[in-house]
């Protein structure tokens, strides 16, 4: 039957978003069956993708004994460090292959095509099957440290499931050009709370970046971006409070959510990507920034930089 | 019965957001009722906000000519120039009061209240009734020439009711702090297109920003966002072509959609906030920006410039 699908597949599918003819929710006998459907390529890697394009696909298969799966929002771990034959977690995890793919997917906002392995709830041991469970964005990476004491990756899958692109619609009616509308799905969302603390912390910094202390200029006034230094929410459980928010401007919000921008305890900030001292976090009467949110951020989002192919660029 | 539902209302309420007992879908019997009720305070006044704040709440009456109603996609006309005598528009619009509160919530992402004055069908004369249809955020706002050949502001309004907030549910079960939950929908979303065309354009690019060179570096290479010069879909319609996309960096990005950057079509930048000329538009082999796109977006978000109490800033 996956072999009718192929036959059938637009020439212009390039491996990213979903597969033409592969409808949400279906279902796969095995791996080998899953493959050729190019839905998710390899036999066993959980990862699917390169560092430079991206992650196509991961397979969910609850073997990570940190995987955490919400439904629409999946706490996915990184590939590498088990022992072969035990599966158990045996050394650090790396930021290369799979794991750098699904980082450059949070950086594209190209959607990934997420599958789940379903095991029947009688027979446990049997082998699973393999759902197609739709496309998720990548929101956030981070590394921790895992139930066995190693360092894993982390990252923060969401479902585009519900989300209806605003202009998708309109798009479709337009001449698209070079471009394939299968990946009208792929968007980035850098997604900025308005909340009453964000707003007190800008005003506090009169818009002013606390980096660079740039301040954009809109016909109406100013924008600044409100950062949270510990995310909301699962599984970082940071508080919406001022004293883990930083009024950034768009450009350094981008720096310090991917971990390039490393704030010390005295404030002094840190570029990551050149080892140089760019500077003090600024400060401002009424926003005192809480430490203790800086050394979590500092503890989950530093350790791409010593692994990262790119450091000697 | 609206003053049931004020007095139960909690003190937290700000203006901003759902008006707690207030379901969407609730029909008001006139302006009084709905103004009674704080889903739209004002009487006459379509916009209901400040610019400084910005938008609470809108009224879509379709009194403006140039309004358009897709639903979950409204694109609204700004608030004066017209006659009060006869309602057509007599002159053109300026970007003050209602008019830059709603720039003010594109900036903010603060979400604002829709209500629609809804006409019985077999009696067009009679008053409407008033419904209130829940939040919307503001994804864009400029200027056009309207039917009467007077300046008009336009926004792009989409409904936020179908978008489930990633963290919503965990943010609830969280401590907030000195938040109030009921802001937790306000959020901007800067949408950015991974398109195969938009890739092209990155690449062609390296990644380094059109206007200011820089190229913003993450743990699995660059980062830079592509932006649409004529935004796709209605109303704007422009093509999703590489003549149609810059690569710019979030700053420039941002800066560029609220018009503070005009691209002549010699590619000199200038920065409508000081007027000062900043370089020019830097260029990449076989990344060709088509002027009709530039000329489009000059003639259609310049105009705040001129009329923002804060060019003097």
Redesign the interface.
């Known amino acids: 039957m996956q072999e009718e699908v192929l036959t059938a597949m637009p020439i212009t599918f390039?491996g990213y978003g979903n597969v033409p003819g592969i409808e949400v929710g279906r279902s796969f006998v095995n791996r080998q069956v899953l493959a050729n459907a190019k839905v998710h390529r390899p036999l066993q890697a959980g990862i699917c993708g390169t560092?430079?394009l991206g992650a196509e696909s991961i397979v969910v298969s609850g073997g990570y004994e940190d995987d955490e799966d919400h439904g629409?929002?999946i706490v996915y771990t990184g590939q590498g460090g088990r022992d072969s034959d035990t599966q158990r977690q045996v050394k650090d995890q790396e930021?290369t292959r799979g794991n750098?793919a699904l980082?450059?997917s949070q950086?594209?906002?190209?959607p990934v095509r997420v599958v789940r392995a379903v095991r029947h709830p009688s027979k446990r041991s049997a082998s699973p099957s393999y759902r197609y469970d739709g496309l998720f964005r990548v929101?956030d990476s981070w590394h921790d440290v895992g139930r066995s004491g190693f360092r894993i990756w982390r990252y923060?899958l969401?479902s585009l499931a519900?989300?209806?692109?605003?202009?998708?619609?309109?798009?479709l009616q337009?001449?698209?050009?070079?471009?394939?509308p299968t990946?009208?799905e792929?968007?980035?969302?850098?997604?900025?709370?308005?909340?009453?603390?964000a707003?007190?912390v800008k005003r506090a910094h009169d818009f002013a970046c606390q980096v660079c202390g740039?301040r954009?200029?809109?016909?109406?006034?100013?924008?600044a971006?409100a950062a949270h230094i510990r995310?909301?929410?699962?599984p970082h459980?940071g508080?919406?409070?001022?004293g883990n928010v930083l009024c950034l401007?768009?450009?350094h919000?981008?720096?310090f959510d991917?971990?390039?921008l490393a704030i010390a305890d005295d404030l002094t900030i840190t570029d990551r990507?050149t080892g140089a001292e760019i500077g003090r976090l600024r400060e401002a009467p009424g926003h005192q920034v809480d430490q203790a949110h800086l050394a979590y951020h500092r503890d989950h989002y530093s350790e791409?930089?010593k692994?990262?192919p790119?450091t000697s660029?």
Chains 1, 2 share one sequence.
């Open positions: 390039d560092a430079e629409d929002v930021l750098a980082v450059t950086t594209t906002g190209a929101e923060r969401v519900d989300y209806v692109p605003p202009r998708q619609e309109a798009v337009e001449p698209v050009g070079r471009d394939n990946r009208l792929a968007r980035v969302q850098r997604i900025v709370r308005s909340t009453r603390v707003n007190f740039n954009l200029r809109t016909p109406t006034g100013a924008y971006e995310g909301l929410g699962q459980n508080p919406d409070v001022a401007c768009p450009n919000h981008t720096l991917f971990g390039t990507a791409g930089w692994h990262s790119d660029e």
